[in-house]
């Protein structure tokens, strides 16, 4: 290689470095930080942000959301209609904390509903 051309080669390599470097290191999209950090969890074939709602049926729902339950409502986020059985035709579901087993003793965070006079029997 004559020294004209290699002295041609290495400007041509310092100036495209150079023009490489100006620009700085590689620069992500705004907010991909923030997905990777954040929680995803799956209901049925759809993510969600559980700080924002929940699964319920295999529905993604707003953690505010509520629903009947006899005579209540309850955040089915958060808690769970139960059937009451007890002997009192007056008092057909209980109103229990999410993840409590419907058929334990009752504890002082239950209600317990009355069914509403447009529900049947159980």
């Known amino acids: 290689m ?3 051309l ?8 310092v100036c495209i ?3 490489l470097c100006s620009h700085g290191a ?8 923030l997905l990777l950090c954040r929680s995803q969890e799956r209901c049925g074939d759809q993510f969600y942000d ?3 709602d929940c699964c319920y049926d295999d529905a993604v729902v707003p953690l505010g959301r509520t629903q009947k339950c006899g005579n209540c409502t309850f955040r089915v986020c958060f808690e769970q209609c139960c059937p009451w ?7 057909s ?23 509403s006079k447009t529900q049947g029997t159980l």
Not at 6 to 13: F, K
């Open 2 to 4: 004559t020294p004209r």
């Open 6 to 13: 290699c002295i041609l080669a290495i400007s041509a390599s």
């Open 17 to 19: 470095l150079l023009l």
């Open 26 to 33: 590689p620069v992500s999209p705004a907010g991909t930080q």
């Open 50 to 52: 559980p700080r924002q």
């Open 85 to 91: 059985l007890v002997n009192r035709p007056q008092e």
């Open 93 to 115: 579901f209980v109103v229990k904390v999410k993840g409590q087993n419907c058929y334990s003793a009752p504890s002082s965070d239950d209600r317990v509903c009355p069914r």
